[in-house]
């Protein structure tokens, strides 16, 4: 199959919503990262997507809407959930809710629960919108490789499995979706809307449990890793020195991840000036340097607070633990 990039306009949304509706699948541009969508309600289509990805089936999708009044004809809502999504929605969260029997049980991995998102991205919500059907999607990218947050991360790992693009240039945010299951209260994963302004409208919220099965199956497995070694450095008023200490020990090529540090004749990667620039461009970070070459990526950690927490999340996760 040959893979086509599309940039936006009216023909192409219209080539991209038949595409969904004769069963095939898309991946389109969101405010987090690229989303690999099918339509919801189709379990054949919705099977190509776990196939085309490498992604378990019991690994659940969250479904993708254009307009806040559709959630209830998918799920049950709650007090709950409805504050969070007055507030939230359209925006880069996720809500977990109590599904409807009309959700296949492809599309929630066999749970009784159905992930919801509305997107705050317009080209998104066209393209969803003119499909007419929820579009559940996981992130674009072959599963375990980082979430990808250009259309050409997905063109590299999905060319020739998938038969269209659409481009929306690079994605906002750069990090997925905050998840709250909000059938238990519960903050599944940390994303793009801090912990911090979730709890301001709804109280605190419980952690994640640490049990043998996990709430959000997606948290088992092993995600948002380059191919080179990744090292994170606890955020110290000697982190810099440390860094450097380091990078001085390693013999294979490598580089550090930078918010403006300064580190001799080094090889360094800015990321920009801020936490937000830092999000926005970590996963096309670990992309590029794959593609350099560099074995070695030695990341500053951040203070976290605010996108700071999924920032390091997805930190601590690429580093399988190695935190120093
Ligand atoms: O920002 C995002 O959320 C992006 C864009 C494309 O919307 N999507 C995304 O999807 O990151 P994915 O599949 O890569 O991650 C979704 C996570 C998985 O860990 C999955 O296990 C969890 O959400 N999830 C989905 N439905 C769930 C459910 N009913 N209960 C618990 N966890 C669920
Ligand atoms: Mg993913």
């Known amino acids: 199959m040959n893979t086509q990039i599309l940039q936006f306009n009216t023909d192409n949304i219209r080539l991209a919503a038949k595409e969904i509706l004769d069963g095939g699948i898309v991946a389109f541009p969101t405010e987090t990262v690229y989303g690999l969508g099918a339509n919801a309600l189709n379990p054949d289509a919705v099977k190509k997507i776990y196939i085309a990805k490498g992604r378990p089936s019991d690994n659940p999708l969250i479904c993708h809407i254009s307009d806040k009044a559709q959630i209830e004809k998918f799920a049950y ?13 359209p925006g880069p969260i996720t809500v977990i809710l109590q599904k409807k029997p009309v959700v296949p049980d492809i599309v929630t991995g066999g749970l009784q629960t159905v992930g919801i998102r509305m997107p705050a991205h317009k080209d998104a919500l066209s393209f969803i919108k003119a499909c007419g059907v929820p579009i559940c999607a996981p992130s674009a990218n072959t599963s375990t490789k980082p979430s990808p947050t250009a259309a050409t991360h997905v063109f590299d790992d999905l060319n020739g499995k998938i038969r269209y693009i659409l481009d929306g240039g690079r994605c906002g945010v750069g990090l997925e979706s905050t998840i709250v299951d909000c059938v238990n209260g519960t903050l599944l ?6 912990k911090e302004d979730i709890e301001r409208i709804v109280g605190t919220l419980n952690p994640p449990p640490q049990s043998d099965i996990p709430l959000c199956p997606g948290m088992k497995y092993k995600h948002y890793s380059p191919n080179a070694e990744v090292l994170l450095a606890i955020p110290t008023a000697d982190m810099r020195s440390r860094i450097a200490a380091e990078y001085d020990k390693r013999q294979g090529k490598t580089i ?9 004749n080094r090889n360094v990667c800015s990321v920009g000036s801020t936490v937000e620039e830092y999000a926005h461009n970590l996963f096309d970070c670990f992309r590029r340097l794959d593609d350099e070459g560099y074995e070695c990526i030695i990341c500053e950690g951040v203070d976290g607070s605010g996108v700071g927490a999924a920032l390091m999340n997805r930190l601590t996760k690429a580093s399988g633990g190695f935190v120093f």
Request: net charge neutral; aromatic share 10%.
């Open 189 to 194: 994963r940390q994303g793009g809307v801090p």
């Open 77 to 89: 809502l709650t007090p709950f959930a409805e504050k969070i999504i007055d507030v939230f929605m």
């Open 256 to 264: 550090i991840l930078t918010l403006g540090g300064s580190y001799g």
